[in-house]
């Protein structure tokens, strides 16, 4: 589970910023949104973001995905570049260093990660475990002369010397080090448990525009499981859907595609070979069951995906996603989650996350629906909301609602944000001008 995020220099966070799951003292929700990972140590399950437009909401949902793209991103040379964006409303920052800091726990094990980077190297890369109050180091990789110098902690990991020179040579100064330790054939039980979490902990970001239905096809033909949980959903969910049929079905290429295909660079040539030799490609064809009461009593008709709504298929892939989030114990990170979601959906969906108990998934949401606001104490917990807000020099700064006093007085937490007295709106300037 993730603890706490840093981030500075980087798309709109020009000064560092802290995001934080650690719950207050407050006890409400406390058996199904608080997850007690170690002693005393008591990290929330959901957390959602408000925000203007353009006030880097999205920003900080971003840090996750391109923490995860540059982990385990191999640079073929030394001239690719980090793709890590600084902050650019500044003179002096495009030319300075980018840090992250990433505060998590796998097992109990508390661990803490550091990087700082530049646009076309690593300046610093650090990984810490606590098995006490201060931290241990288990490596730390810096530059000298452009290449890379990993000195690991002997005490706790155990690297023979051909593995470490082996790692430091393929740890090329513009990747992480966990790339090139996943190229190498050696073990590192303590650091390979954070790597693991790495790899699995953190899903892609959703985002509005997303295709989110042929995720769900893909999942729901791979797991009867999570077809079962899909088909209860949107039974409970009143979408007249009774039953949902997928298969694999063989398709013909179409010969302009055939010759856009054998044209393509980017293509193996095995595949080439394959789709020549076959002239087909395989496809998942996905039939809805509709059952309705008429006249004659009840009737079954099938449906093809196209005649289902945006939003019918948009709340198939958020399901599947949200369900593979807490199969999997990860953090799932939504952008604008009440795109194409009737407000009182939308509390359904984050409802039936919520009251799992057990479960060490998070979810981070960003959102322009102020309502869910008033379901503070009915739904979620206080410390569960965030800001972000834009100052004069376009810098993002990102607070938590908790650190306003008087919350308790206020009727309506809604209207007190309409009304700004938490930041984080638009604000309108009057040009006077006539149309």
């Not at 010397?161 to 330790?181: D, G, Q, V, W, Y």
Request: hydrophobic share 40%; net charge neutral; charged share 25%.
């Amino acid at each position: 589970m993730i603890q706490e995020l840093k981030v500075s220099n980087y798309l709109s966070f020009k000064e560092e910023v802290t995001f934080s799951f650690e719950a207050t003292k407050d006890a409400s929700f406390e058996d199904n949104q608080v997850v007690e990972v170690a002693p005393d140590v008591r990290l929330l399950r959901f957390a959602l973001i408000y925000g203007a437009n353009a006030s880097g909401k999205s920003n900080l949902l971003s840090v996750f995905d391109y923490l995860c793209d540059f982990w385990f991103d191999i640079k073929k040379d030394i001239s690719e570049r980090t793709n890590v964006v600084p902050f650019k409303l500044d003179k002096n920052t495009p030319n300075q260093s980018s840090f992250f800091s990433l505060k998590f726990y796998v097992g109990g094990k508390r661990y803490w990660y550091q990087l700082e980077l530049g646009k076309t190297k690593v300046v610093s890369e650090k990984l810490f475990f606590y098995n006490s109050i201060q931290p241990t180091m288990l490596f730390e990789r810096s530059l000298n002369n452009n290449i890379s110098v990993i000195v690991f902690n002997t005490a706790v990991v155990k690297v023979g010397s051909i593995a470490k020179e082996e790692i430091t040579i393929k740890c090329l100064p513009n990747m992480s080090f966990f790339a090139a330790r996943n190229q190498v054939n050696v073990s590192l039980p303590i650091i390979d448990e954070a790597i693991e979490w790495m790899k699995n902990g953190i899903m892609r970001i959703i985002s509005p525009k997303m295709n989110l239905f042929t995720f769900a096809e893909e999942k729901i033909q791979e797991d009867a499981k999570l077809k079962k949980h899909i088909l209860d959903f949107v039974r409970e969910s009143d979408f007249n859907i009774t039953g949902i049929e997928t298969k694999i079905v063989d398709r013909d290429v179409p010969q302009d595609v055939l010759e856009f295909i054998l044209k393509s660079e980017s293509f193996p040539q095995d595949e080439k070979n394959r789709i020549l030799e076959e002239k087909k490609y395989s496809h998942i064809k996905t039939d809805f069951e509709h059952t309705v009461k008429n006249e004659r009593g009840l009737e079954k008709y099938f449906m093809a995906p196209r005649f289902q709504s945006n939003g019918t298929h948009h709340i198939m892939g958020l399901e599947a996603a949200i369900y593979k989030a807490l199969e999997r114990n990860s953090l799932l990170a939504i952008d604008e989650i009440e795109f194409s979601l009737h407000p009182v959906l939308l509390i359904f969906v984050l409802k039936k996350f919520l009251e799992q108990k057990d479960n060490q998934a998070q979810l981070l949401v960003t959102t322009h629906y102020d309502l869910l606001l008033n379901e503070i104490g009915k739904l979620f917990r206080t410390d569960s909301v965030w800001f972000t807000e834009k100052s004069e020099s376009g810098a993002t700064r990102l607070y938590s609602l908790t650190e306003f006093t008087g919350l308790k007085r206020i009727a309506s937490l809604q209207k007190a944000y309409r009304q700004g007295k938490f930041g984080g709106i638009p604000k309108i300037i009057s040009t006077n001008s006539k149309p």
